[in-house]
């Protein structure tokens, strides 16, 4: 008699119960897509239901090159069968010293010809942490100026600088930060918008730091998304970032570029600061850079390498199967042009959202950058603000967002209120996916504004 392992439409649900018994009430995707995937393959996940889903989250933007891609596959097979240690903490492998050289020669010559590379734990939030620390010792100061909007992790320190306040209303304070004004068109924080917007906050905050009774001792960082990705998909203006290098360099405040979801060619180039063409002191790196496993860094400018050994350190620094299918990725993407890919499709879905926009006066604004875009659904019936925004609509999004599941399609949302559909596919994505996104889409909006969800 033959036994399966694999689950069935009924093991599924009983899965999910156990999910929802067992497991923490702090469950985020887990409560917006009941499904159980047992297969995955490039943008496409299984549900142990049969039914299929287009996957237009990525693992949060984690899959560059989707599911299981075969040249990750071939990666780790490779490193299994060489009976290379997978655990050794920071200690020197040849799967280590090749993804150090891979991710040096990705990142801008400017920045990587004089970079050090720290191997944090396995994600974001903890290279924030080491960003943050590192500048903390290096500049012997203490504080550090976010931006509105921002997100850049979970810990302490990476949650004193998120913008999230319903995040941060429960906790202490994880440090001193001062928060300064985002340049989001759409809703914009001086109520103008446009290119005066952009110059209202780097005005704002180049005379906040110079005024003497402005309050801001002068901090240890600053730390900024190019592209704010929980934030909704709100891409910074290169003249507005170029600014924010100009006025950290003129003061001595280091920059730190959060790439945590926008590197490996999210956004239609290697890396997001490439657009504005500035060289920052440090970046932090994670998701993509893994290959689909727990990866991450923070690579700084070498004067600012002043740790003392074991200044911040993490048991799964050393996980050489990431290294292994990080390399594989950030050389694939290079070699097969996807960073040119993701601007190309980019460009297309922005052209066929801002359409579809003019058909249904429920998206409010379209934007992003690359393969990282956001649609913002409003109450067209509400009264706009002195730019033209309408209310965001959280109840439609989640309404959307079920539509689109039910039409085999997973969208997540971000931003403001959560009214944001945040779209995130693999760089692989084809044309036709391209199709039959845009189509489910349309179609789960228009049914979600008739209650038809």
Known sequence: MSITTEPTPLAGGAILHRQQVRESAARTYARSFPIVPVRANGMTVEGADGRRYLDCLSGAGTLALGHNHPVVLEAIRRTLDSGAPLHLLDLATAEKDDFTTALLESLPAAFAER???????????????????????????????????????????????????????????????????????????????????????????????????????RPAAMI???????????????????????????????L????????VGRTGAMWAVEHSGIVPDAMVLSKAIGGSLPLAVVVYREEYDRWRPGAHTGTFRGNTLAMAAGTATLRYVAAHGLAQRAAQVGRRLLTELTALQGRLPVIGDVRGRGLMIGVELVDPAGESDSCGARPADPALATRVREACLARGLIVELGGRHDAVLRLLPPLTITDEQVDAVLERLAEAIAAAVEGAA
């Not at 012997?140 to 850049?152: D, E, M, Q, V």
């Not at 306040?165 to 989001?184: I, Q």
């Not at 704010?228 to 950290?248: C, F, K, N, S, Y």
């Open 115 to 217: 970079a050090r590379v720290h191997f944090c734990g396995p994600a974001g939030t903890d290279a924030v942490e080491a960003a943050l620390k590192l500048m903390q010792i290096s500049t012997g100061r203490r504080g550090t100026l976010a931006f509105t909007g921002g997100y850049h992790g979970m810990t302490a320190g990476a949650l004193a600088v998120t913008g999230n306040v319903a995040v941060k209303e429960p906790l202490p304070s994880g440090g001193e930060v001062t928060r300064l004004p985002y340049p989001y068109a759409y809703r914009c924080p001086f109520g103008v918008g446009g290119a005066a917007a952009e110059r209202l906050a780097a005005d704002y905050t180049e005379r906040l730091l110079d005024d003497p009774l402005g309050g801001v001792v």
């Open 224 to 254: 900024v998304e190019a592209v704010q990705g929980e934030g909704g998909a709100v891409p910074a203006p290169d003249d507005w970032l170029r600014a924010m290098r100009r006025i950290t360099a003129e003061r001595g405040i280091p």
């Open 256 to 263: 730190i570029l959060d790439e945590v979801q926008t590197g």
